[in-house]
């Protein structure tokens, strides 16, 4: 067992230029080295918007940038290049509807297009990249309230449709994903949705995309089994 508790890390921080809107729930990604912001509520009133604005660092000053094509909340986003895929969600207004849509964009062009819809609609869900492929995990259903355990890849060298890989050991919603070498991680996460969730999740989750197999890992501090 390893276990991990990460340095501490003295941060300075300095005021930069606002959102050109006040947003939350909205879809972030990082291309080059500008932020790219997408979609979520715009208002108190839960109202959700397609305004999209990209932030430059070296310029410290956004840009307003093509919308998305929907009004979507809560879906997973991933980079791959110059590309930036968008999945699932929640769209329209609050509650919203959730969606199997899913949309690439063109940093370059300044363009949306459609890809190969999820196998079934899906909302806060996390989406990563692995080498070449895609994976989109848990999540809530159409239900709002009841949480997903699938995995599915896209293979970004042929993008005409999801596969299924292997089920969450522990399905849950609103999680962080990431790809670390070669490994993906599913972190932290609620269980039900609304107002009050059931509960909360700590756990780490590890998928080996090599092997396509998913290990319990623990909250709290990250214990590592090696095998």
């Not at 895609?134 to 005409?160: E, K, N, Q, V, Y």
């Not at 522990?170 to 269980?191: F, S, V």
């Amino acid at each position: 067992y390893r276990e991990y508790r990460p340095p501490r890390v003295r941060l300075d921080c300095a005021s930069i230029a606002s959102s050109p809107i006040r947003r939350f729930e909205a879809a972030t990604a990082v291309v080059g080295d500008r932020l790219y912001l997408f979609g979520g509520f715009e208002t108190r009133g839960l109202r959700a918007t397609t305004r999209s604005d990209r932030y430059d660092p070296a310029t410290d000053s956004w840009t307003r940038i093509a919308d998305l094509p929907v009004p979507v909340t809560h879906a997973g986003i991933a980079v791959d290049g110059t590309f930036v895929w968008v999945a699932g969600g929640f769209v329209g207004d609050n509650p919203g509807t959730a969606t199997d849509s899913v949309w690439r964009y063109d940093s370059v062009h300044d363009r949306w297009e459609p890809g190969p819809s999820l196998p079934e609609p899906r909302a806060s869900a996390p989406l990563v990249r692995h080498r070449r492929s895609l994976h989109f995990f848990g999540g809530l259903r159409s239900d709002r309230t009841t949480d997903s355990g699938d995995h599915w890849r896209l293979d970004l060298d042929s993008p005409s449709a999801w596969e299924p890989r292997a089920g969450l050991p522990e399905p849950r919603n609103h999680a962080a994903g990431i790809e670390l070498d070669g490994t993906i991680y599913m972190i932290g996460g609620q269980h039900g949705h609304g107002l009050v969730p059931r509960r909360a999740s700590m756990r780490i989750s590890k998928a080996d995309a090599q092997r396509h197999a998913l290990a319990r890992q623990c909250g709290g501090t990250y214990t590592e089994q090696r095998e």
